[in-house]
Structure formats: structure tokens, C-alpha cells
């Protein structure tokens, strides 16, 4: 996972901007001095941050290899609260934009054998992943799923890798058949699955079988995780700062310390991004985030401090 410590923010211009699908506009970012952007691997996001306090995350979508672009794909949120919709109605050629990345919590662990399956905008991140696959010699497949043909971003790219590719128009042929695809484990095989949460919980039903650390996933919105393990309030202490502060449970550890003048990077405050990960020195967490996998959460080494919470009395921060 990439650290926060190795983001950095910038200011891009939309250097091209084109129709990927339909609703789905596709932009080229670049320095406006010409400047080469951070590097970054395939499974990777960057925060727009747009006007009115917005900051939205997009997967790169590109070539790693282009050191000089950024491509990123948005598709129009019918119920946007204001984030796609500005993105699509104001980022024309030319427009200018603060970026703050790259990150990096989906990314592609080396293994003989992928599946891949993606749905609608989902693609985006699964791009330079298959460009990285092929790279490294891997056998591959690709399981592409959306309402139809016309919503599909980056289909005649994708249907240019003949034999890797299967496409899934609901309107032609239905939903993803994962019994098919999914339904024997594969020794070897990783998993790769990025796409509207129906889709995602279905992988998950399906790969319940399979070994452990198969299956990979990454979330647009933050799953359903129940009522957190502690119902009343719990103490957090700061390592670095000192601090002995009390989390109630009307608000977030992230809050808390906030309001104790403590800074923190963070963005989505939904446990999607990553932006706020915290070390944690000792205690329990009830881990309440859509990004570490079972056994990152077991480690109990790493919290995301926006949603996750105390699973006992105390929590020591490395902060």
C-alpha cells in the first residue's frame, strides 16, 4: 500500500478531455509547466479536489509508463452530490484542478494467474492491472460487465486483447455468470474485482472458498459493517502528541482529533480511501472501513481513524 507520506498535491490542466461511454467522460491531466507527474502502480487512485469542500477519488487508468499524463474515467452519478456532475459539466480543455496522490490500496500482488472482473466504471482500475499482467508474462482473463455495449467504457481497447476478454452486456446477455467463472477455486489464481457493490458482495459470496489472500476488491462506497462492537465512549491516547483524548460515540476518532488541534491528512471520511490511516501501538480495533482485507484487519497494526472505532477501553495512536 502506497503511504500517505509519499503523496503529493498538485495543480493539473485537462490537457484532452473525451467521451468514454456513455455518460462516462475520460480526462488527460498534466502539469502545466510540462513536468513529469509521481510515479504510480496499476490498482492506483488520485483525490480531485473540486469546489464547495468536494474531494472525489478516481483510479488512474493509464499507462504507469507515461510518466508525463494522467488519465482518469468519470462516470455522470445520476444522485451525484456534486462531484461527478462538476467534473463533467466544468473540467473542459484547458480547465485547471487540484490533485492530490497518488494512492494506492488495490494494488496488484505478482501471481501466476489473474480473473478479472469488473463492472461499469469499475474497468478503470483494472486497466493498467492487465497491462502490468502481460507484462509479467501472466496468464490472464477478463470477465466486463455494464447495462449495455454503449455504457462500457474503453470496450474497443479491451476488445482488441482477443482471448483474454469477455464481455457482459446485461442488455444482451444478462448479469456475470461468477458460478461459472468463480465457482471452482483456481490454485495460483488471484482475484481482481472492481464494480457497483451488488457485484462486489456476489464475488465475495464466491470466493468464499478460495485460499486465503485470493480475492481482491475495491469499493466506491462504504460497505454495510453493522453496529460498531462498543456503544459507549472510549479513550484514544497519542503517542507523538502526548494526548489522552475521549471518543464519544456520536463522533469519530478522526474528530476527536481534530478537534485537539492534532493534524491529520483525510479525505472521504466514508473508509474508502485510505487517506487517514493510522498506526496503532496497542489495543483493539473494530475495524469499520471497505479497504483491509481479514487478515490486514487481524494484524491490528493499521486503522482508518474516520470510521474505524475501539473494540476495548483504549487505543494507543501513533499520533
Not at 456534486?82 to 505478482?110: K, M, Q, T, Y
Not at 455495449?149 to 455468470?177: C, K, N, W, Y
Not at 453496529?227 to 469519530?252: D, I, N, Q, R, Y
Amino acid at each position: 500500500m502506497t503511504s500517505t507520506s509519499d503523496e503529493v498535491d498538485l495543480r493539473l490542466r485537462v490537457a484532452r478531455r473525451v467521451d468514454g461511454a456513455e455518460g462516462v467522460v475520460v480526462l488527460y491531466l498534466r502539469d502545466p509547466d510540462g513536468a513529469d507527474l509521481p510515479p504510480w502502480t496499476a490498482g492506483a487512485h488520485v483525490d480531485l479536489r473540486l469546489p464547495g469542500e468536494l474531494t472525489r477519488q478516481y483510479s488512474l487508468c493509464g499507462d504507469p509508463a507515461e510518466r508525463d499524463v494522467w488519465r482518469i474515467g468519470v462516470l455522470r452519478e445520476p444522485e451525484s452530490r456534486g462531484g461527478s456532475a462538476h467534473v463533467h459539466e466544468e473540467l473542459v480543455e484547458g480547465a485547471e484542478v487540484e490533485v492530490r496522490g497518488p494512492r494506492n490500496h488495490f494494488p496488484l500482488v505478482a501471481a501466476p494467474r489473474y480473473v478479472f472482473v469488473a463492472g461499469g466504471i469499475g474497468i478503470t482500475p483494472i486497466l493498467p492491472m492487465i497491462t502490468a499482467a502481460v507484462a509479467a508474462g501472466a496468464a490472464w482473463e477478463l470477465h466486463y460487465g455494464g447495462r449495455s455495449r454503449r455504457s462500457m467504457a474503453f470496450l474497443e481497447s479491451l476488445e482488441r486483447l482477443s482471448g483474454h476478454l469477455t464481455v457482459h452486456p446485461q442488455d444482451e446477455v444478462g448479469l456475470i455468470d461468477l458460478d461459472a467463472i468463480l465457482g471452482t477455486p483456481r490454485p495460483d489464481t488471484l482475484v481482481y474485482c472492481c464494480g457497483p457493490e451488488p457485484l462486489l458482495q456476489a464475488v465475495e459470496q464466491r470466493c468464499a472458498d478460495w485460499p486465503e489472500g485470493s480475492l481482491h476488491l475495491e469499493r466506491f462506497a462504504p460497505k454495510d459493517v453493522g453496529e460498531p462492537v462498543l456503544t459507549g465512549a472510549f479513550e484514544v491516547e497519542l503517542s507523538l502528541s502526548g494526548l489522552s483524548l475521549t471518543v464519544p460515540p456520536e463522533k469519530s476518532v478522526l474528530q476527536v482529533v481534530e478537534e485537539a488541534a492534532v493534524s491529520v491528512l483525510s479525505s472521504c471520511t466514508e473508509g474508502t480511501c485510505g487517506t487517514c490511516e493510522t498506526t496503532v501501538l496497542a489495543g483493539q480495533v473494530d475495524h469499520r472501513d471497505s479497504l483491509l482485507t481479514p487478515a490486514e484487519q487481524a494484524a491490528n497494526d493499521t486503522m482508518f481513524i474516520c470510521v474505524s472505532r475501539a473494540a476495548c477501553p483504549k487505543l494507543v495512536l501513533e499520533l
